[in-house]
T-cell receptor
């Protein structure tokens, strides 16, 4: 158990819908990273938050957004869903500020868009 | 641009034998970290081993060792005495040190190698 929790574990929805994925980092970790794992794109970095502020953006679509709350949990919002958004979405957390920051991954949320 | 290449989509190994999973990386930065993660069929990402770009010794963690050849930009994972439970996808990843080249420390992954251990 990495100490990172993600809910829900599975999510099935229809095209055009909006969903919210939730992540709670390990206690004391200020950085949260979101990754998408799909069959065709592999594992891709989406976005990073550090202590409530957006720090970096990767290959995140405009239909997707995220935020980190004062209690450090983070939510990834996916809207106007398309079939191609079906993927495993991981949240990872780390203690920022040092050269070696192992990222601890949550169990992932498997999103299926029908 | 930073890139990780894993050229072996799939590998087979006999139980109790050693296996090497290849990983090459591309970066012009001097400060970076290299990671290996294991992803079993259940889907979770399990951290295996880390090598810093300035580490002179190859990293080892139990049955896992990382064969780091900086000049060749390779970071191969060696698993000794393979076990059936080692069957999984293995991902090599690179992380630039925050502040270098604009990085905020996110991981860049290769496409993975599927390892199958035969009894």
């Amino acid at each position: 158990d990495s100490g990172v929790t993600q809910t829900p574990k599975h999510l099935i929805t229809a095209t055009g819908q909006r969903v919210t994925l939730r992540c709670s980092p390990r206690s004391g970790d200020l950085s949260v990273y979101w990754y998408q794992q799909s069959l065709d794109q592999g594992l891709q970095f989406l976005i990073q938050y550090y202590n409530g502020e957006e720090r970096a953006k990767g290959n995140i679509l405009e239909r997707f957004s995220a935020q980190q709350f004062p209690d450090l949990h983070s939510e990834l919002n996916l809207s106007s869903l398309e079939l191609g958004d079906s993927a495993l979405y991981f949240c990872a957390s780390s203690v920022a500020g040092s050269d070696y920051n192992e990222q601890f991954f949550g169990p992932g949320t498997r999103l299926t868009v029908l | 641009a930073q890139k990780i290449t894993q050229t072996q989509p799939g590998m087979f190994v006999q139980e109790k034998e050693a296996v090497t999973l290849d990983c090459t990386y591309d970066t012009s930065d001097q400060s970076y970290g290299l990671f290996w993660y294991k992803q079993p069929s259940s889907g979770e990402m399990i951290f295996l081993i880390y090598q810093g770009s300035y580490d002179e010794q190859n990293a080892t963690e139990g049955r896992y060792s990382l064969n780091f050849q900086k000049a060749r930009k390779s970071a191969n994972l060696v698993i000794s005495a393979s076990q059936l439970g080692d069957s999984a996808m293995y991902f090599c990843a690179m992380r630039l040190t925050p502040g270098y080249g604009g990085s905020q420390g996110n991981l860049i992954f290769g496409k993975g190698t599927k390892l199958s251990v035969k009894p």
